[in-house]
């Protein structure tokens, strides 16, 4: 079905992992520490944005003087100690699986990149990708192209031969501003 893309480029969170629901519960507990609240339809519609963006805008929406990357890390570590007993591949994943050796492929994410290899590591789908691009790895974040402009040049594939599948509004306005297709995987 996506033969005549030269290469296929995937976000991560909620489009082939099952992670939104993990992020949302760490979320949850590091904020309950501070008395901070956020809306879970918010945090979605945020979805694609860096930890520190969400932290940076969870602050500024409680009032609080708190420095965003000490929240984010925060988040980070919470999230990584529920992570691994329960992350799931979705059933994007198949997609992955039937283009592996057919195509270069990339994972691009607003997670750590870190964070995005120990997940498909433990997953045992790592193998599967040419690159992968983490919110650390990019100066500019979704919904600026960067993510996946890199994703691109990783795989030596010109940006317009290139497909994205997104699960968020950030992700699919920083696929069109690179020049690539989009699959917008909340239709399928």
Not at 65 to 90: G, N
Not at 144 to 155: G, H, K, N, S, V
Request: aromatic share 8%; charged share 20%.
């Amino acid at each position: 079905m996506y033969d005549q893309y030269d290469a296929l480029i995937f976000d991560m969170d909620g489009t082939i992992l099952d992670s939104e629901p993990t992020h949302r519960k760490a979320w949850h507990q590091v904020l309950s520490r501070y008395g901070f609240t956020i809306d879970d339809e918010k945090m979605v519609s945020l979805n694609g944005a860096p930890t520190w963006q969400l932290a940076q805008f969870i602050i500024e929406q409680n009032n609080a003087t708190h420095d965003p990357h000490q929240l984010a890390a925060e988040k980070t570590v919470a999230f990584k100690a529920m992570l691994l007993d329960s992350v799931r591949p979705l059933p994007l994943m198949e997609v992955v699986k039937a283009y592996h050796g057919r195509r270069p492929m990339a994972v691009g994410t607003g997670s750590e990149h870190s964070l995005a290899e120990a997940l498909l590591k433990q997953l045992g789908v790592y193998h599967l990708f040419t690159a992968v691009v983490g919110a650390d790895d990019v100066l500019r974040h979704k919904p600026q192209p960067d993510t996946f402009l890199r994703c691109a040049e990783l795989m030596g594939v010109a940006p317009a031969r290139c497909v994205v599948f997104e699960d968020a509004d950030f992700g699919v306005q920083a696929a069109k501003a690179a020049g690539m297709d989009v699959v917008d995987v909340r239709l399928l």
